[in-house]
């Protein structure tokens, strides 16, 4: 991998990168994310004919080894990267699944070369679509009480169980699925993580269906589902270690503030138009303005968080503890602006649909509804609490489940 520290080399790469993005990036699709995202993956011909040029550049997974079919770019370089996808209305494709946000990254961790091979380039490719099935209907907060089980079958697993709001597992190739392969253990210490094929007769997925018509996470059933002995991620009964580490990843890909409750246009835009202006050009709401600025200064606090957090780990891809406190403060900077953003809209910030309400009122009100999981999912803020309380600020431990 390139040594990238020096200012002028970041600012070459810059310029490779302009140069290929201008060349390579479809004009049709800019500023058309939307189009990438969603609960499967596009079949949209412009996302799979961009998706197969950034993959084969390696730029879909940008700071993975070359070996694997990656970018082997620094994190420096990375964020050059994105810097220069957002100057041009550009986005990553394969933004569906969890194969390059979560999974991979944990494989890169704690796979074997066999499991290197065989996973990431499907995942670069943007060709495969992961879920991850952690959360049972009682295990949430406290995940190590998972009862899915897997016995040994001789030459490979046999799975039996329940998983539950499992994102996208009705469209997925592939689960990173924490199970009970030890009972006797205590519960931490006697689960594995395995790779499990989701195209076989034993995994059944039921949709569950929100009021708003979508059916974004599953009821996923295990019945004498199969994985051979390689699909083993990391130690037999060291699965909490591993699935632990895939959180991080999770966490350290949720706190960029770019999740729900962020809309098109700056807030003070917004403002101005719903509110109006007093004869200074000031919002004419001294309330609303003093916490729209307080607002502001909190997103850039948080901005310039991840900023430092990104240059002191110096390169250092491993996420530690960190994301914990940036997902909270991403999750408020969120949410925040949703709730500003609806109360400008008075009434009209009430819509789901209809003539009656513009598309950029549709969408606050869809954005502020969406942002409510945030703080939810990746584990609830009052987990990444204990965790900052027990793992950062090293106080006591009054918590089995972080
Ligand atoms: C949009 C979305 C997508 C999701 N996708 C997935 C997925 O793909 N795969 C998957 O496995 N799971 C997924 N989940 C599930 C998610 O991980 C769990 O909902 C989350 O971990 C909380 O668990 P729970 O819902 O069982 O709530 P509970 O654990 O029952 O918690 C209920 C409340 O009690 C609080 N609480 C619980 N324990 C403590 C404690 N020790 N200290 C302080 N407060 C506590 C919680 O913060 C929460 O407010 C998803 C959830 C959402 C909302």
């Given amino acids: 991998m390139a040594d990238f520290g020096a200012d002028v080399d970041i600012e070459a790469f810059r310029g490779e990168a302009r140069a290929w993005l201008e060349a390579n990036f479809p004009a049709s699709l800019k500023g058309k994310a939307a189009l990438a995202t969603g609960e499967s993956k596009s079949s949209h011909p412009d996302i799979v004919a961009w998706r197969r040029t950034l993959g084969e550049k390696g730029w879909s997974a940008p700071t993975w080894p070359k070996e694997y079919g990656g970018g082997g770019l620094t994190a420096a370089q990375a964020r050059v990267l994105g810097q220069e996808m957002a100057r041009i209305g550009a986005f990553h494709p394969s933004m569906f699944g969890m194969g390059i946000t979560m999974i991979g990254p944990t494989i890169l961790d704690y796979g074997t070369e066999e499991q290197k091979k065989k996973h990431l380039p499907p995942i670069i490719m943007g060709e495969v679509q992961w879920c991850v099935g952690y959360s049972e209907p009682n295990a949430g907060s406290d995940l190590a009480s998972l009862q899915t089980r897997a016995d040994d079958a001789g030459d490979s697993w046999k799975i039996n169980g329940q998983k539950i709001w499992t994102s996208g597992a009705q469209h997925s190739d592939w689960c990173g699925l924490l199970v009970r392969t030890d009972f006797s253990a ?37 019945t004498d589902a199969v994985a051979p002995k390689a699909a083993l991620l990391g130690q037999i009964n060291v699965g909490w270690t591993v699935g632990k580490r895939l959180l991080q990843h999770e ?8 999740m729900g409750g962020r809309g098109p246009k700056p807030l003070n835009e917004i403002a101005k138009a719903y509110l109006g202006v007093d004869g200074e050009g000031r919002l004419a709401d001294a309330d609303f303005r003093t916490r729209l600025v307080r607002h502001e200064m909190d997103a850039r606090v948080h901005g310039q968080t991840l900023m430092r957090a990104a240059a002191e780990a110096r390169g250092n891809n491993s996420p530690g503890n960190a994301p914990s406190v940036l997902k909270n403060s991403a999750t408020n900077v969120a949410q925040i602006r949703a ?22 009122e549709v969408e606050a009100v869809r954005s502020w509804l969406w942002g409510k999981a945030m703080s939810i999912y990746g584990g609830s803020a009052e987990i990444q609490n204990n965790i900052i309380s027990k793992r950062i600020l090293g106080l006591p431990d009054n918590t089995q489940s972080t």
């Fill in 186 to 222: 205590k519960k931490h210490e006697g689960i594995s993580f395995l790779l499990v094929d989701m195209h076989q007769p034993g995994i059944e997925t039921r949709p569950i269906a929100l009021i708003s018509g979508a059916s974004p996470f599953c009821e996923t059933f295990f």
């Fill in 251 to 258: 966490r350290a890909s949720q706190t960029g503030g770019s």
């Fill in 339 to 360: 709730e500003l953003t609806l109360e400008l809209m008075g009434s009209q910030g009430l819509g789901w649909d209809g003539a009656n309400y513009s598309h950029d």
